[in-house]
Every structure is written in structure tokens, then in C-alpha cells.
């Protein structure tokens, strides 16, 4: 079974595309790092927000394609912040060294709901154009650990590996989801995997916005079922094409393919 950090595709991106490290805080120890790929001259970008305690690079096939379609996309690793509202303020700082006013923000799990706390933060004067939220969630209390969450930070690595290992099915996946899950023990504690209650949950917070279920894709579709990912993500952005929210160079979308993109929208409207 192959593996994804060994992959063409993931040593190509890892040679192509440099990783930045970022000070904005006057806590020099917090460090942001970042993938900041596609057009310069786009000033409404979308940024990924990864899982907690997540790696800028698990959206590296997001980076690869949708760069590659024309869009800028910023892939983050955030420093350690011991609240939201700490983060809040270090992401607005790096949005203002990045001189970007507004944003998309994509956001998987914990980057998900720091994603939603950003929106809320600076909604007297927003910087979120729009969000996508992929097996997120509104309240950390689905976080609460039994007593062995105080003594995570004592265990050795392949303890904590069986621990995450643990929380996924035991029961056969295909080889790609088994991959995804690979490769996101080894850089993530993450736990994802949302009860019915939360999904529910975060229907009612948001009952008016567009859903996309896949079939399949387990806890990181955006490894594991990245096409299907990467379309809805074009279809969601395609909406502001052609204003200057838009996350794509204008020249690499021609009048035959937006009118295309929009005929593809209506119809999934309709198939929802």
C-alpha cells in the first residue's frame, strides 16, 4: 500500500511550493507557517485552516489543483494560542502583514470552528467573505477527554499513534482512506469524527447554507477524496468570479467556461 508522504505529488509540492514562517506577535515563540501559492495580484484568497494541531500540508492537493486552475490558495499552521480569542487577534495580525482585507476561509474540524470565532470576532468589520466548514463543529465540549487527556504530553509517540489509531473503524477501508488516516497520525491528534448530535447542531446554526455530502471520505475527504473536494470548493467559489472577491485570476477564467462553471451550479442547486 503506497503512502501519501511518499507520493509524487507530495514530493513535487514539498519541492515546488516553499513553507514561510511568519512573527506577527510580540511573543516571538509564535510562529505561523505557511503555503502561500497562485497569483499575487488576487486580494480575497482562500485560506485553509487545518485540524487541530494540524500541518499547513495536508491540503497540499488542494494547493496543487486549485493553483493550477488559476486561484490563490493559502495553506496555515498555526502557533500555540491557549484561546480563541488569542487566536482571533494573531490571525487578524497576519491578515494585515498579508495586507489582505478580506478572506474564504476553508476550515477542517478545529480549523472549522476557529474559522466561525474569526467570523464572529470581526464582524463590525468583517474580513470572512465566505466560509466552507468540512467536518466542523460549534462547541469544543465534543472534545472532552477521559483522565488520560492530562497525561497525553507524558506519553511516547507510539503510544499516542495506538490512542488516534484507536478512535477510527476497525473494520476494512479502502486503501486510499487508509493512507489519508496515515498520513494524518503522523503529524495530527485529531479528533474529527463528529457525533450525529454535532452534525445536527451545526445544521441549525447554519440552515440556510449549501451542503455537500460525499459517500465516502472519512475524516479527511480533502486527502482522501480530494477531486470531489476540490469541485465543491470551485463551485462554492464561483459565485464571486468576476467581483473583486473573486479567488482566481480573472484571465484564467474565459466567458465559454464561466457560463459552463454556472450551468454546473444550477444544476447541482436543483439535484440539492
Known amino acids: 500500500m503506497g503512502e501519501i508522504k511518499v507520493s509524487p505529488d507530495y514530493n513535487w509540492f514539498r519541492s515546488t511550493v516553499p513553507l514561510k514562517k511568519i512573527i ?28 487541530v494541531s494540524g500541518t499547513a500540508d495536508v491540503f497540499f492537493r488542494q494547493i496543487l489543483a ?22 482571533c487577534d494573531g490571525f487578524r495580525k497576519l491578515l494585515d502583514h498579508l495586507q489582505l482585507d478580506k478572506v474564504h476561509l476553508f476550515g477542517a474540524s478545529l480549523g472549522g470552528f476557529l474559522a466561525q470565532k474569526f467570523a464572529e470576532y470581526t464582524h463590525k468589520s468583517p474580513r470572512v467573505h465566505s466560509l466552507i466548514l468540512c467536518n ?16 497525553f504530553w507524558l506519553m511516547p509517540a ?16 479502502d486503501p486510499v482512506m487508509a493512507d489519508a488516516i496515515d498520513f494524518m497520525v503522523d503529524r495530527v491528534f485529531d479528533q474529527s469524527a463528529l457525533s450525529t448530535e454535532a452534525k445536527e447542531e451545526m445544521y441549525k446554526l447554519y440552515p440556510n447554507a449549501r ?57 447541482s442547486q436543483e439535484e440539492q
Open 24 to 51: 506577527v506577535d510580540d511573543d516571538d515563540s509564535k510562529i505561523w507557517s505557511l503555503y502561500d501559492a497562485g497569483p499575487r495580484s488576487i486580494r480575497c484568497p482562500l485560506i485553509f485552516l487545518p485540524p
Open 158 to 173: 507510539f503510544m499516542l499513534k495506538k490512542i488516534v489509531l484507536g478512535n477510527f473503524s476497525s473494520g476494512p477501508v
Open 66 to 87: 486549485l493553483t493550477g486552475w488559476g486561484y490563490r490558495v493559502i495553506a496555515l499552521q498555526y502557533p500555540v494560542y491557549w484561546d480563541h480569542l488569542e487566536f
Open 211 to 267: 451542503r455537500a455530502h460525499l459517500k465516502t471520505g472519512g475524516n479527511f475527504p480533502y486527502l482522501c477524496r480530494s477531486a470531489e473536494v476540490n469541485l465543491y470548493v470551485q463551485i462554492h467559489l464561483l459565485q464571486f468570479h468576476g467581483t473583486k472577491y473573486a479567488a482566481i485570476d480573472p484571465s484564467m477564467v474565459s466567458a465559454e467556461e464561466l457560463e459552463v462553471q454556472k450551468g454546473n451550479l444550477s444544476i
Open 136 to 151: 466542523s463543529f460549534s462547541d469544543t465540549s465534543i472534545f472532552n477527554q477521559t483522565w488520560t487527556a492530562n497525561s
